[in-house]
């Protein structure tokens, strides 16, 4: 149980278009998701998190209108990397948590990003 | 069906006790492990093995890999309150993906 999916694991795109990642919790409902940006031998980056049904919160350095959180539903939310830059590569990994899980989060398996 | 267990679920010791966490994987393309402690929503890296039988050496921490049997640990010496934490592994596959284990919670108690 508690598996949650991520799509597409991989991504090019062409600099200044968009890019839309989905995390969708397959068995249980998500009522928070969260989206981290994860660099090569680093620590994973908290980006967002979002309640369902709510906006998402952002942390500090974010840009809220370049990376725009959807979270409509239990079992899904979205990333979307607008007007996308080569500085914009990387992966992006998300994870979910229901309410009551003892052990926390579920992650996702990861969204290469690279834009050319 | 790439997957990635970890155990135990949950441990709890007393400060000064040595732990050891398990991960076993079974990862397509297997490419490398990675190590991270969650404290607070965001995981911080801890170590990323690719070759079998080095260990890797951070303090009190210390991991090792063996690509034979699939699995990797993640020992750690004197413990204290402060490695109170998820443990997660991840095997990083060349299909460009992450599997992510669920995670052993440990308690440090004082």
């Known amino acids: 149980g508690a598996v949650v999916s991520q799509h597409p694991s991989r991504v090019i795109c062409k600099s200044g278009t968009s890019v839309k990642i989905e995390c969708r919790s397959l068995?249980?409902?998500?009522?928070?998701m969260f989206w981290y940006r994860q660099f090569p031998k680093q620590s994973l980056m908290l980006m967002a998190t979002?309640?369902?049904?709510?906006?998402?919160?952002?942390e500090q350095g974010v840009e809220k209108d370049k990376f725009l959180i959807n979270h409509a539903s239990l079992t899904l939310s979205t990333l979307t990397v607008t007007s996308a830059h080569p500085e914009d590569s990387s992966f992006y990994i998300c994870?979910?948590?229901?309410?009551?899980?003892?052990?926390?989060?579920?992650f996702g398996s990861g969204t290469r990003l690279t834009v050319v | 069906e790439d997957k990635v267990v970890q155990s135990p679920l949950s441990l709890v010791v007393h400060e000064g006790d040595t732990v050891t966490l398990n991960c076993s994987y079974e990862?397509?393309?297997?490419?490398?492990l990675l190590w991270y402690k969650q404290e607070k929503k965001a995981p911080t890296f801890l170590f990323m093995l690719?070759?079998?039988?080095i260990e890797k050496k951070s303090g009190r921490l210390s991991s090792i890999l063996d690509k034979k049997e699939l699995f990797s640990i993640l020992n750690i010496t004197a413990t204290q309150t402060g490695d109170s934490a998820v443990y997660l592994c991840?095997?990083?596959?060349?299909?460009?993906?992450?599997?992510f284990g669920t995670g052993t919670r440990l308690k440090v108690l004082a």
């Open positions: 994870s979910a948590s229901r309410q009551g899980a003892r052990y926390g989060y579920t």
């Open positions: 068995d249980f409902q998500a009522t928070t």
């Open positions: 979002s309640n369902e049904g709510s906006k998402a919160t952002y």
């Open positions: 990862v397509t393309n297997f490419r490398s």
């Open positions: 690719t070759s079998s039988g």
């Open positions: 991840a095997g990083y596959s060349g299909t460009y993906k992450y599997i």
